[in-house]
């Protein structure tokens, strides 16, 4: 197996090397696909299937006739001789022998099945060859390979599968060989042409497929940009997140603080009650002012976020609907 890639790839080196300038045509066929829609080796080969059912279905017979055989002699050991039991179990064994004999003349490696699947084979593989060779002449291809033979394809373009032309040109040349007059032997024969390479329609179908890879190419740009733009996002928010609760923490250490102050301040000695009262008012109006800030930033922050995500499926409505023009815009191009 990877001798026969080894040979291949080197093989294709050659071919590149020495077809630089015009370019290297490569075809492929499938040998299987071809034998499954050429009548005559269908048919072929379900007469065959029929002789094998046929000579399994002997085999089948014969080894139930001597285990019958056998289970008859088991039961009737304690009635003979041992003469009369060794006579019958020589013939059991003859036969077992001659049952293994028939199953090797009929599948064995050189049996009658390996031979007639050669000589079923044989003429249609040299049809199909002949095809081969002549349409690779008048196409002027380099390479044609069998897909469905050792040498492993990863990928093969439709446009390059030459199996319906080989199946085409077997047919006409079937239809001439069994042509009974001259009429039809002739129209046979006109039939029998080989469509000449369309350089036009290649190199349109060439350019079809680049407009097609930039297409592709450029879609994975506009994809790749709208991850990295909804990355962005994610970690901005994050960010926006840490910050917030960074501020929270703080603001609830200096509460705290403040709250230990004010505890400092009651445990003292007080000087006069007003000034007391006064200290106590300012506390209280310092807290609500906290309170009212922190609200006011807790909206604020909620404003921010709506406008963004409003922003945000904006920007998304969009780039669909651009991306839409330009697939609306190729298609048309294409058409």
């Given amino acids: 197996m990877k001798l026969k890639v080894l040979i291949v790839l080197v093989m294709l080196a050659a071919g590149f090397s020495a077809n630089a300038q015009r370019g290297v045509r490569i075809g492929y066929i499938d040998t299987e696909y071809i034998l499954e829609n050429i009548p005559e080796y269908t048919e072929a080969t379900g007469q065959l299937e029929n002789k094998v059912q046929k000579w399994k279905a002997e085999i089948e017979t014969k080894l139930n006739e001597v285990k019958l055989k056998r289970e008859s002699l088991n039961n009737e050991k304690a009635l003979l001789t041992k003469e009369l039991i060794e006579e019958r179990e020589e013939d059991i064994v003859f036969e077992e022998k001659e049952i293994l004999d028939y199953q090797q003349k009929r599948f064995g490696p050189n049996g009658d099945l390996m031979l007639q699947k050669r000589q079923l084979m044989q003429p249609v593989q040299d049809q199909i060859f002949q095809a081969v060779q002549d349409i690779a002449k008048a196409k002027k291809y380099d390479f044609v390979f069998d897909k469905s033979a050792d040498v492993v394809m990863l990928y093969s373009a439709e446009r390059f599968d030459m199996s319906e032309l080989i ?20 129209n046979a024969k006109a039939e029998d042409v080989v469509v000449e390479i369309n350089e036009e329609k290649e190199s349109r179908q060439k350019a079809i497929d680049e407009k097609n890879a930039e297409r592709a190419t450029a879609a994975e740009l506009r994809k790749k940009e709208i991850l990295d733009a909804r990355e962005a996002k994610k970690k901005e928010a994050a960010d926006r997140r840490a910050k917030i609760l960074e501020e929270r923490a703080k603001a609830r250490e200096d509460k705290l603080k403040e709250r230990s102050g004010d505890q400092t301040e009651t445990d003292k000695p007080s000087v006069a009650d007003d000034t007391q009262n006064d200290s106590q008012e300012d506390a209280a109006k310092s807290s609500a002012d906290i309170l009212e800030e922190k609200r006011l930033k807790r909206l604020a922050d909620r404003e921010a976020r709506k406008a963004e995500l409003e922003a945000r499926k904006q920007k998304i409505l969009e780039d669909r609907k651009k991306a839409k023009e330009e697939n609306q815009s190729g298609e048309d191009e294409d058409n």
């Fill in 167 to 186: 199946i085409r040109t077997i047919s006409r040349a079937s239809k001439r060989t069994q042509a009974k007059n001259k009429a039809e032997r002739k």
